[in-house]
């Protein structure tokens, strides 16, 4: 069975490769990888008990005030900026930053994440007036015109 | 009154469905390879004693792996994030009751543990160095490194555990639930599958849009949460400060001289000595282990030739040093190859004028293919044994 095969090979080669990476661990001393776990567990930990529960409470939050479409821009502003945010902490906080180089971190971080969030903001606008005019609008069951897709609810998603 | 921890019947929504999660893992996956990959081509880079040379063409090759590094690395950030938001139900499985199942699901459960958090560890840590921010104790290259291996490792196995139903999943229609977990509904409205993926893609592209420019320049001005605006003194970033490395008082004293030893002969030169010798220009760029880099043109003098004045052997290694009085990277070793390349330089000018204090002033090594840390600056002697 050659499917098979492949399974019980890629199984093996992971396993040798996760412990040649231990082992590389393990010869930088005990204190490094005391240093290590921190970070090993930490990151684990900052996902599954803060990260990945306030995206569910945040979620549910959502769904018990509004319909489904009024939540959808929402979640694509979640997904777009969420990760993106996380991943600017190191420049947006100018953590690294040192008086002696100014060639590093020398952007207006804030100005930035702010005009990328404007973008994504008026896309999300734009691309939810255009599907509102292709789409007939009996599947809404809402008789009153729907506004600016957003509006109100701000706060909730502005939190992350 | 139910316990506040749900179950995995809990979870209603049909978008968490491996249909989704196989997708985005696929992506994912190709990212921490690349990242793993050209990670082992950055390390073998740095590496003092190297069985097969690193080659020293094509001159932008170190630039493009280590920017494809970083780049993937960033890229992963959105995907990894949607995908665990896809399997979080899974968290709340409840253990099987026989023995033989609880094993089997105690040893994935484990895997997929250390596969978290390597990959998490990866990503975060990864990109506090593109930014030089050390928040930890431990050795920054020494333990990305051995993660690395660590992620792979579990990713490899992740993939084999999982492979029935990642070929199942990618081979369904988008909208199939054949595969998804007992109590998932698809709860119509917030986002269908396509439209989950295909703003996951565009989360990909716009974190890897954002950021880029520091190794792609024409994407400059597009990436406003870069490291680096991309300019500096002679306009090219720095890294370290001479100020930071201690050597201003040394670098500009009147006294300085570059000596470079064959075995026993040796010779100095200043600074004078070494502009009257024949200046060659390269067009080399300069690339860093964090990511960035930009094109540049030098001008100084070939080491070989250098190393021709003490008749020293060609092909064989370059014990490099610098000013610094301290710092990992203060003795470097330039391999053979690199030093018989003739555009490998001891270079004095930076874009037509002389070298800034920054830049290594009086003089600085650039070679081809090479990461940044290893193009030493302030340059003190050069050695080859006899």
């Known amino acids: 069975m050659t499917a098979r095969t492949t399974r019980v090979a890629t199984l093996l080669t992971g396993l040798a490769v996760t412990a040649y990476g231990v082992l590389l661990l393990a010869e930088r001393g005990w204190r490094n990888l005391e240093a290590a776990l921190t970070w090993l567990v930490g990151g684990v930990l900052l996902h599954d008990v803060v990260l990945a529960p306030a995206t569910v409470v945040l979620g549910w939050a959502a769904l018990r005030v509004a319909r489904p479409e009024r939540v959808r821009p929402w979640a694509v502003a979640l997904v777009l900026l969420g990760p993106l945010t996380l991943l600017a902490l190191p420049v947006l906080g100018r953590f690294g930053a040192r008086p002696d180089n100014p060639t590093l971190l020398d952007r207006p971080y804030w100005f930035g994440w702010i005009v990328v969030v404007a973008l994504v903001a008026a896309g999300i606008l734009i691309a939810g007036r255009a599907r509102r005019q292709h789409e007939p609008p009996s599947r809404s069951t809402d008789p009153e015109p729907v506004p600016e897709e957003g509006g109100a609810r701000g706060p909730r998603v502005g939190r992350r | ?386």
């Open chain 2, 1 to 386: 009154m139910r316990a506040p921890v749900p179950r995995e019947e809990d979870f209603r929504s049909g978008l968490r469905s491996p249909i989704v999660t196989s997708r985005v893992g696929l992506w994912l996956g190709i990212c921490f390879g690349l990242a793993f990959v050209t990670g082992l081509i950055s390390h073998y880079a740095q590496q003092p004693h190297q069985p097969v040379p690193f080659p020293t063409s094509p001159s932008w090759g170190y630039r493009v792996t280590q920017g494809l590094h970083v780049a993937a690395g960033t890229a992963a950030v959105p995907l990894l994030l949607v995908k665990l938001w896809t399997v979080f139900p899974k968290l709340f499985a409840r253990p099987p009751r026989r023995a033989a199942e609880l094993v089997r699901h105690g040893a994935e459960r484990a895997s997929v543990a250390v596969l978290v958090s390597a990959a998490v560890f990866q990503l975060a840590t990864g990109l506090a160095n593109t930014a030089q921010w050390y928040p930890w104790h431990f050795h920054f290259r020494a333990t990305h490194y051995a993660i690395g291996w660590v992620a792979i490792g579990a990713l490899l196995v992740h993939v084999a555990v999982k492979l029935p139903l990642i070929r199942a999943a990618l081979g369904s229609d988008v909208e199939s639930t054949a595969l998804d977990r007992p109590g998932a509904a698809d709860i119509a409205g917030v986002l269908s599958r396509r439209g989950l993926l295909q703003t996951t893609w565009g989360a990909a592209a716009l974190a890897t849009a954002a950021t880029v420019g520091i190794s792609v320049p024409w994407l400059r001005r597009v990436s406003v949460l870069g490291v680096r605006s991309g300019g500096g003194p002679q306009g090219v970033p720095i890294n370290t400060s001479a100020a930071a490395a201690g050597v201003v008082p040394t670098a500009t004293s009147a006294a300085y001289r570059l000596t470079v030893r064959a075995g026993k002969r040796s010779a100095s030169f200043s600074l004078r000595d070494l502009r009257a010798m024949p200046q060659k220009t390269a067009s080399l760029p300069i690339a860093c282990v964090e990511g960035w880099s930009a094109g540049a043109t030098w001008s100084g003098v070939p080491v070989r030739d250098l190393l021709a004045r003490v008749g020293g052997r060609t092909g064989v290694d370059v014990r490099v040093t610098s000013l610094q009085a301290s710092g990992p990277y203060r003795v470097t070793t330039l391999p053979g190859n690199f030093a018989d390349d003739p555009r490998t330089l001891v270079a004095l000018d930076l874009g037509g004028e002389p070298l800034s204090i920054d830049h290594g002033f009086p003089c600085r090594l650039i070679a081809p293919d090479r990461p940044g840390v290893l193009q030493t600056k302030w340059l003190g002697s050069l050695e080859v044994a006899s």
